[in-house]
């Protein structure tokens, strides 16, 4: 299982930026893809997540109205598309799929980092 973040940057309070997520060695399409994120000196926190089925999404409330998450099964892509990005967002967000799957609980990749700065 190989979960490969992109997209990461710097940008201005108020832009936007998409992170990507590229997945292999599993069957995507039937699997729950989540988003994290790891701000400095903080514990790791869920951002958001999509089912396999359309609609299927869910957010931390700091992120609601702001983030959209969405997925591409035929690409084995998770998107995470971030608007209004505010100082706070600034982290190193993390792609998340949960099993049991392959004698593991879960998997991560390794991680992209965004900043959030004027």
């Known amino acids: 299982v190989q979960l490969t973040e992109s997209g990461g940057g710097i940008v201005q309070p108020g832009g936007s930026l998409r992170l990507s997520c590229t997945a292999s060695g599993f069957t995507f399409s039937e699997y729950v893809m989540r988003w994290y994120r790891q701000a400095p000196g903080k514990e790791r926190e869920f951002v958001a997540l999509?089912?396999?089925?359309?609609?299927?999404?869910d957010y931390a409330d700091s992120v609601k109205g702001r983030f959209t998450i969405s997925r591409d099964n035929v690409r084995s892509t998770v998107y995470l598309q971030m608007n209004s990005l505010e100082p706070e967002d600034t982290a190193v967000y993390y792609c998340?799929?949960?099993?049991?799957?392959?004698?593991?609980?879960?998997?991560w990749g390794q991680g992209t980092q965004v900043t959030v700065s004027s």
């Open positions: 999509h089912k396999w089925t359309v609609g299927s999404t």
């Open positions: 998340n799929v949960q099993g049991p799957l392959f004698g593991r609980s879960e998997y």
